[in-house]
């Protein structure tokens, strides 16, 4: 079955670039109407949605992180990237990779397992 | 953007009892809400969509009302395995937005 898997560096440097994949195995991350999503949950506390791309490339993001997120897709690899510019400690938190589609009604039916990240000197 | 408040913030109940869970929404969301189920160290389950359907594999204990901006999640019988947080989310506008949760804890 799919499976996603968040990886990248576990420690950032504030003002740095928090760069993070997730790999789709299982199945070909163009087949079928699928959403590839980004959400983070800082420790304790409650889940924040980041954006989402559709294989064509086209985007949803949410304005409160502004101009900060870029997400891509590399079907070569069959995985999704996040980048988030100039981190603080407020960023800080699990960042999860999740698929919404049609059939799910666009609602988040696959996650990842998340990737702790940390910004810090 | 929409504000989902969810309540209450901690539910302390034995198994064998019924659950309510609350989500209001600072304006309308139709029907497009969802409810998810976070274990501890685990990524949310998609439990219910568009606020009364039953997510693929998931129990009959578990249903959703509503729509607009009040809505219930209902678990009819505690399992031991559903005491856990539980979010809602909309989807009915940009950015979607997730409540700040209800735990549901072994009284």
């Known amino acids: 079955q799919v499976q996603l898997q968040e990886s990248g560096p576990g420690l950032v440097k504030p003002s740095q670039t928090l760069s993070l994949t997730c790999t789709v195995s299982g199945g070909s991350i163009s087949s079928g109407n699928y959403y590839w999503n980004w959400i983070r949950q800082p420790a304790g506390k409650g889940l924040e949605w980041i954006g989402r791309i559709y294989t064509s490339g086209s985007t949803n993001d949410n304005p409160s992180l502004k101009s900060r997120v870029t997400i891509s897709v590399d079907m070569s690899k069959n995985q999704v990237s996040l980048k988030l510019s100039s981190v603080t400690a407020a960023d800080t938190a699990v960042y999860y990779c999740?698929?919404?589609?049609?059939?799910?009604?666009?609602?988040?039916?696959?996650w990842g397992r998340g990737t702790l990240v940390t910004v810090s000197s | 953007e929409i504000v989902l408040t969810q309540s209450p913030g901690t539910l302390s109940l034995s198994p064998g009892e019924g659950a309510t869970l609350s989500c209001r929404a600072s304006?309308?969301?139709?029907?497009?809400l969802a409810w998810y189920q976070q274990k501890p160290g685990q990524a949310p389950r998609l439990l219910i969509y568009?606020?009364?359907n039953r997510a693929t594999g998931i129990p009959a204990r578990f249903s959703g009302s509503g729509s607009g901006t009040d809505f219930t999640l209902t678990i009819s019988s505690l399992e031991p395995e559903d005491f856990a947080l539980y979010y809602c989310q909309q989807r009915s506008s940009w950015p979607w937005t997730f409540g700040q949760g209800t735990k549901v804890e072994i009284k």
């Open positions: 304006q309308s969301v139709r029907s497009y």
């Open positions: 999740a698929r919404d589609q049609v059939s799910s009604m666009y609602y988040l039916d696959l």
């Open positions: 568009d606020a009364s």
